[in-house]
């Protein structure tokens, strides 16, 4: 038997009350069950609908590209018509510098008017060591075997 004291009320609940409560609650349960039901099913159509959105986006995209070949067949387009593209500029050091201007050239295309009739090798960024002055091998072998100590 299940009794309930309301305090301040003096009232006192006896089985009927515990009847209504459980009655409440196995109700909403049963409601709560449906709600489950129903988004089991909300899910299962929601992977439906994925599942359509994605065939139909599928479909759409093969079509649209039949039509880019037919269209790139009928005109003759080329890649570059279609996509079009800057090659990659190759930045090429300085090879040569004017020390009385500070202007540098790469020693590609027409040359500056500094260095017209000029020996290069006197505007050269980096001049090579003379022959006379390059390490001999012995140096370069001892100087290999310092460094691994």
């Known amino acids: 038997m299940f009794s309930l ?12 009350l515990h009847n209504l409560a459980r009655g409440a609650f196995l109700r909403r349960i049963r409601i709560f069950k449906g709600n489950m039901k129903a988004l089991k099913d909300l899910l299962a159509e929601k992977a439906a609908l994925e599942a359509a959105i994605s065939g139909a986006h599928q479909k759409a995209s093969q079509e ?3 039509q880019v070949h037919q269209l790139i067949a009928e005109f003759g387009f080329t890649a ?9 500029v190759k930045k090429v050091a300085a090879k040569y510098l004017d020390e009385k201007s500070g202007a540098t050239w790469t020693g590609r295309g027409k040359p500056p008017a500094w260095i017209v009739g000029k020996d290069r ?8 060591e003379p022959a006379d002055r390059a390490p001999f091998l012995a140096e370069m072998a001892a100087a ?6």
Do not use: C, T
């Open 64 to 66: 649209a590209l039949a």
């Open 5 to 16: 004291s309301i305090r301040g009320l003096g009232l006192f609940a006896g089985p009927r």
């Open 121 to 128: 090798d006197d505007f050269l960024i980096e001049r090579p």
């Open 80 to 88: 570059q018509q279609v996509f079009p593209w800057k090659p990659q």
């Open 144 to 149: 290999a075997a310092n460094r691994h100590r």
